[in-house]
C-alpha cells in the first residue's frame, strides 16, 4: 500500500497564473521559461477568443506547452482541462509542475479547484498580476471590478508590474489596496518582470497558503467579446499604429502576428493598458497564426462590422 508521505511526494504541484488582459503574464511566462529547469515543466495556456496567441508565443521561447482555447476555463473548457490533466499524467517522464496560464477574464479559483479533482495533482496557489498604471481605472470601471477583486482575493501571490508606468505614490497606494482587498497574500513590485532566477523559483516551489474560499463572486457572465480578424495580406504599419491608438477605452486587449508591408519577418502586435502599444518581431512563431488579430472589449465596443471595415483599410495595396 502506498503511504499517505509518498502519495504527497509523486503529486504534481500545479500553479495558476491570473491577472486581467495586458498585465503581463505572458512576459512572466517567458522569464519560466528561461529558468535552467524549464524543461521539467509543463505550461497550459488559455486565451479567451479562438485564437490561441499567448500559446505560439511560449511555443516560440521552447516552453512544454498545451492549448485550452475560446474562453474562461468554464462549462465546456473545464472537460478540456480536465482531458489535459489526464494527457499529462501519461507523460514520461512525469514534470516536476505544471503552470496554468488563465484568460485575463477567468476566475482562478474555478481553475484550480480543477486540478484538484485528481490525486494526481496538488494545488500550488495562484500567482496574480496587476497593472500597477491601470489597476484604478480598471477596478472603476463596473464591467471589471468584480473580476479584479476575485483574482487578487485568490492569490498567494499578488505581483504588481509596469511600476515603470506609475509614479511612486501610484504605487504605493496600489499596495496599500492589494492589501486590504488580500492581507495574507505576499507582494512583490516589478517592471518587465525583472526577477532572478532564484525569485522566479521560489514563487512556484513555495507552499501554497490558505485562502478564504466562502465569498467569492462568480464573474462568469462576464461582459465580455473578442473578435477575430485575418488580413488578406501585409499590413501597413502606420495605418496599424493609428488604428490601435484610436481605439476607444472599451477595448481592453489587442494582439496578434502580422505581416507589415515594409517588414520581411512576421510581427507581434499588441495593445495592453490604457493604450500602450508594441510592434516585436516574433521569430519561429507557428505558421497557423499568421496575419492575424484578436480584439477583446467590452460588449459596448464597436460592432464586428464597424471593426472590419476599418481594419480591411490597414491592407496595403498593391
Do not use: W
Request: glycine share 6%; proline share 3%; aromatic share 6%.
Amino acid at each position: 500500500m502506498t503511504s499517505s508521505r509518498t502519495q504527497k511526494n509523486t503529486e504534481i504541484p500545479i500553479t495558476v497564473i491570473s491577472g486581467y488582459l495586458g498585465v503581463g503574464k505572458t512576459t512572466f511566462l517567458r522569464r519560466l521559461i528561461e529558468l535552467p529547469d524549464s524543461r521539467q515543466s509543463v505550461f497550459i495556456v488559455n486565451d479567451f477568443g479562438s485564437l490561441n496567441i499567448d500559446a505560439a508565443i511560449v511555443e516560440m521561447n521552447g516552453g512544454n506547452t498545451f492549448q485550452l482555447e475560446n474562453g474562461c476555463i468554464c462549462c465546456s473548457l473545464v472537460d478540456g482541462l480536465v482531458k489535459t490533466l489526464l494527457e499529462i499524467k501519461k507523460l514520461d517522464p512525469r514534470p516536476k509542475r505544471i503552470i496554468i496560464e488563465a484568460s485575463g477574464i477567468a476566475n482562478p479559483k474555478r481553475i484550480s479547484e480543477v486540478g484538484q479533482l485528481s490525486r494526481s495533482y496538488k494545488d500550488n496557489g495562484i500567482i496574480t498580476i496587476v497593472d500597477a498604471s491601470t489597476l484604478f481605472h480598471r477596478m472603476n470601471d463596473y464591467d471589471t471590478c468584480n473580476l479584479l477583486n476575485e483574482q487578487i482575493r485568490a492569490a498567494k501571490t499578488v505581483i504588481v508590474n509596469k511600476t515603470d508606468r506609475a509614479t511612486a505614490n501610484m504605487v504605493k497606494c496600489v499596495l496599500s489596496s492589494l492589501r486590504d482587498v488580500n492581507p495574507k497574500a505576499e507582494l512583490q513590485t516589478t517592471s518587465y518582470m525583472q526577477f532572478s532566477d532564484n525569485v522566479l523559483m521560489n514563487f512556484l516551489d513555495r507552499s501554497t497558503i490558505e485562502m478564504p474560499t466562502d465569498d467569492f463572486i462568480d464573474s462568469e457572465n462576464h461582459n465580455m467579446a473578442t473578435y477575430r480578424f485575418q488580413f488578406p495580406q501585409s499590413v501597413s504599419r502606420t495605418k496599424l499604429i493609428s488604428f490601435i491608438e484610436g481605439l476607444p477605452d472599451t477595448i481592453h486587449r489587442v494582439k496578434g502576428f502580422v505581416k507589415l508591408s515594409d517588414r520581411v519577418n512576421v510581427m507581434a502586435i499588441e495593445r495592453s493598458g490604457l493604450n500602450q502599444v508594441s510592434i516585436s518581431e516574433a521569430v519561429g512563431v507557428s505558421k497557423e497564426v499568421l496575419n492575424e488579430v484578436v480584439i477583446i472589449g467590452t460588449r459596448e465596443m464597436p460592432h464586428l462590422a464597424e471593426l472590419q471595415l476599418r481594419l480591411k483599410n490597414l491592407v496595403q495595396e498593391v
